[in-house]
T-cell receptor, first 113, second 115 residues
């Protein structure tokens, strides 16, 4: 069965610091990869997704992620975080074919002024 | 608002009672998913529908849980004889499948507290 590991449970950064959140998945076949964000009191929202093609994908709000197939990784990055990026971030994976998503446990990001 | 809507947003129930949650997906989305999220965990898959057909049920979905999507539009998730361990956020998501890979859109969830 597919599984997803997010290495950091809670990350605290100062504004303008760079962010990288790790995500590794277990399945070796063709996968679709996602990062979702959950702001306090809000629903899960899609940040970015990878289906195929260029392994470097850009999402909303200046986020990007790089799919490295050999490492089974899909790390999320942002060059300069803002206070408004404070949220919980979830990596998710599914086998290609629109099967249900498998989520990691999430990483809570706190950005301080 | 044309997103996924869930009702109620919060439910407090006594142990042993039955509860039912409703999810209205984005109009014309043919796939509907139920997930459960507990504190400190990511969403865990429960079950999903393609139109009115229930395609898969997770091992997490015990016999006390039942889900329906009778007309291929809204869905209900019922929990019978609730237990304290059922306390969680229940999330619904929908997607339009049939035109390549697509993303799932999530509702705000129903928070269940069993006392």
């Amino acid at each position: 069965a597919q599984s997803v590991s997010q290495h950091n449970h809670h990350v605290i950064l100062s504004e303008a610091a760079s962010l990288e959140l790790g995500c590794n998945y277990s399945y070796g076949g063709t996968v679709n990869l996602f990062w979702y964000v959950q702001y306090p009191g809000q629903h899960l929202q899609l940040l970015l997704k990878y289906f195929s093609g260029d392994p470097l994908v850009k999402g909303i709000k200046g986020f990007e992620a790089e799919f490295i197939k050999s490492k089974f990784s899909f790390n999320l990055r942002k060059p300069s975080v803002q206070w408004s990026d404070t949220a919980e971030y979830f990596c998710a994976v599914r086998d290609s074919g629109n099967t249900p998503l498998v989520f990691g446990k999430g990483t809570r990001l706190s950005v301080i002024a | 608002d044309t997103g996924v809507s869930q009702d109620p947003r919060h439910k407090i129930t006594k142990r042993g009672q039955n509860v039912t949650f409703r999810c209205d997906p984005i109009s014309e989305h043919n796939r509907l998913y139920w997930y459960r999220q507990t504190l400190g965990q990511g969403p865990e898959f429960l079950t999903y529908f393609q139109n009115e057909a229930q395609l898969e049920k997770s091992r997490l979905l015990s016999d006390r849980f039942s889900a329906e999507r009778p007309k291929g539009s809204f869905s209900t998730l019922e929990i019978q004889r609730t237990e304290q361990g059922d306390s969680a956020m229940y999330l619904c998501a929908s997607s339009l499948v049939g035109q390549g890979n697509t993303e799932a859109f999530f509702g705000q969830g129903t928070r269940l507290t069993v006392v």
